[in-house]
């Protein structure tokens, strides 16, 4: 254990960050204690990133005060790196240990000033011995003996053992350079470890390294991360980001205390909307029968005469004023009911039924280049093996190929438990399908109701296939043939930012004007009545994921084709999807890194190598999958 432990400080109070006119934070208060390790969620754009950068002090905060105070260091790996490509892989890790050298270079000068006295010189002095013992102290403290050992722990763990230390940077990999700089960081090993996004670029066996080592650390961990099963064997405090309240909230006993404080706030919020809207019954009515009564001692002669009868209309005209005013009062301030779980509310249209096969080549979204391909999308293919259609990958839908020549297929038909003749319900047919390097898949058949998980390395060509399957992009060659509406919720947002509002987008394609559609967008709980007129260009990468995410839910399809659903958005809006995918009747094919999401899937699962299918057994031999749940 750190002896300096008990003068480790993080603490922020009343901080707040702006870029210019969009605040970012807003007077956050928060102190993470030594040796915790806690991470910070919250959707892309919520001001994660900056708030570790505060911490870090990569930044200043426009006003408040942040304390950081670590004795052992402070080691910070930003998201974004900044190296030198010139430098080699001994340069990074020397940069990384630069305060352990140099607490080296000052303990062999205290050394040497200790022995190099000559006979009859006096002895050294208490201010020396203290000052030489401070900096072996310090270099016990940071394990300073042991970090050439730790930084090859770091590199093989990493996956980085066969890096040669003269290498440029060069030469490595975007992924190698970002496991790279987490080596150096770990290999430090500073007291307080400030980590911004550090699963990324990790395969499996990396993460479950950096795990057990982040467990294992004696310090303070600090680790943005969208991981939920990074939040579980990690983390023991959580800290959320609110975007749009700007706020940091903090929650203890890790991911599932975090879980069970959101839940309980949920209930809290139901309970009093219920307590409101009795409170308004009960003032309504009691403002109607002080009226009542008000208007009835006109006419009753019970009431009395004079001076009596004045007193006793003044006392209900008293009664009469309050309710009113607490009327007015709960109508000014409602308590609106909790949004309602995210849910599918568009219904399949031919999941139990024979469904009609589109065969123009037409469809009725454009895919990623804008908004309008988002959520729904039809396509066709002709069954001579000449692929049809519009697409980001040619779209002017005139691209066209035989693939009788490349049907390597050594198996066909659907995957139905119905039998292979139950043409009715097949949703979408690829044989022979192929789009440059990146895909060549013999054949695959979805059926209605059925679930698939496309995996595969980086690369793979995991979302060229989805893009043809939602018919977002042409195979070179091949037949698509789809006999379902689609909904396609694409991995990267569009790249042409629309500038119709929220609203407009969100209804784009539908009858009618926007507005009619307010009601319906504001009920998933997503977004704010004053968000609806914001433009979509200005919305943050996670509220545009959001509007992706309210296109998908309230459209009806028959099969829905998602590419890192979970990407940008916050965790609890994660949960919330996985919740409706399981109620939802349709068909489901999706490709995710998320750990949690795969561990939870049921159903097939096809494996991609190098565009082609992994040799998993005779099922999916030759493509073949998406058998329907029973």
């Known amino acids: ?165 003269d290498r440029a940077l060069a030469t490595l990999s975007g992924g190698e350079q970002s496991r790279l700089a987490l080596a150096c960081v770990l290999a430090a090993a500073p007291e307080l470890l400030l980590l911004d996004e550090p699963t990324n670029h990790l395969d499996a066996r990396a993460v479950g390294w950096l795990e057990d080592h982040l467990r294992s650390h004696r310090g303070t961990v600090v680790a943005i991360t969208h991981d939920r099963a990074f939040l579980e064997r990690v983390t023991s405090v959580i800290l959320e980001v609110d975007r749009d309240l700007r706020t940091v909230t903090r929650y203890g006993d890790g991911w599932d205390g975090y879980r069970t404080a959101k839940a309980a706030a949920r209930r809290r919020w139901a309970q009093e909307h219920e307590e409101y809207l009795t409170d308004l019954a009960r003032t309504e009515e009691l403002v109607a029968a002080a009226g009542a009564r008000l208007a009835a001692t006109g006419g009753d002669p019970k009431q009395g005469f004079g001076k009596h009868r004045r007193s006793h209309e003044a006392k209900l005209s008293g009664q009469v004023r309050a309710a009113r005013t607490r009327l007015d009062a709960l109508r000014r301030s409602p308590v609106p009911p909790p949004p309602r779980p995210l849910a599918f509310t568009g219904r399949p249209a031919v999941t139990d039924g024979p469904g009609t096969e589109d065969r123009d080549g037409t469809a009725t979204g454009t895919g990623t280049g804008d908004w309008d391909g988002i959520a729904t999308g039809t396509d066709s293919g002709d069954r001579d093996g000449t692929a049809t259609g519009t697409g980001t990958g040619d779209r002017d839908g005139t691209a066209t190929g035989t693939g009788a020549a490349d049907r ?42 059925a679930r698939l998980l496309v995996t595969g390395e980086n690369g793979a060509g995991k979302t060229t296939l989805l893009r043809v399957l939602a018919g977002d992009l042409t195979p070179d060659t091949g037949t698509v043939i789809r006999r379902a509406r689609i909904g396609y919720l694409p991995q990267e947002l569009p790249a042409r930012p629309t500038r119709r509002t929220l609203l407009a987008t969100f209804a784009a394609g539908r009858p009618g004007f926007p507005d009619e559609y307010a009601d319906e967008l504001l009920a998933l709980g997503l977004f704010r009545p004053e968000d609806l007129d914001v433009p979509v260009a200005s919305l943050s990468v996670g509220q545009q994921r959001r509007l992706a995410l309210a296109r998908l839910v309230t459209r009806a399809a028959d099969l829905l084709v998602l590419d890192e659903p979970t990407n940008h958005i916050a965790l609890s809006l994660v949960e919330e999807l996985e919740q409706a995918l399981d109620q939802y009747p349709g068909a489901v094919v999706v490709v995710s890194h998320d750990r949690s999401f795969r561990a939870r899937f049921t159903g097939d699962v096809l494996e991609l190598r190098a565009g082609r299918p992994a040799d998993a057994g005779p099922a999916y031999a030759s493509g073949e999958a998406a058998v329907p749940r029973t």
């Open 1 to 165: 254990m750190h002896p300096q432990r008990d003068r480790a400080q993080l603490a922020m109070k009343d901080v707040s960050k702006a870029y210019g006119d969009r605040s970012v934070l807003d007077q956050v208060t928060l102190t993470v204690r030594p040796g915790e390790k806690t991470a910070v969620i919250g959707e892309n754009g919520s001001g994660k990133s900056t708030l570790l950068r505060l911490m870090a002090g990569a930044e200043q905060p426009d006003t408040g005060e942040i304390t950081v105070r670590f004795p052992g260091g402070t080691g910070y790996l930003a998201q974004t790196l900044d190296l030198d490509p010139s430098d080699t892989v001994q340069d990074a890790v020397d940069a990384a240990l630069a305060e352990l050298r140099d607490l080296e270079h000052r303990i062999r000068e205290a050394e040497a000033g200790l022995s190099e006295r000559k006979p009859g010189d006096p002895g050294p002095t208490d201010q020396e011995l203290a000052a030489y013992g401070d900096l072996l102290t310090a270099y016990e403290d940071r394990d300073g003996y042991r970090a050439d050992a730790r930084t090859e722990a770091a590199l093989h763990g990493l996956g980085l053992a066969h890096l040669t230390r």
């Open 408 to 449: 390597e297929r050594t198996a066909t038909g659907t995957a139905t438990r119905t039998g292979t003749g139950d043409r009715a319900r097949t949703l979408v047919e690829l044989d022979a399908v192929s789009v440059g390097d990146r895909l060549r898949l013999p054949s695959l058949r979805v059926a209605s109701g």
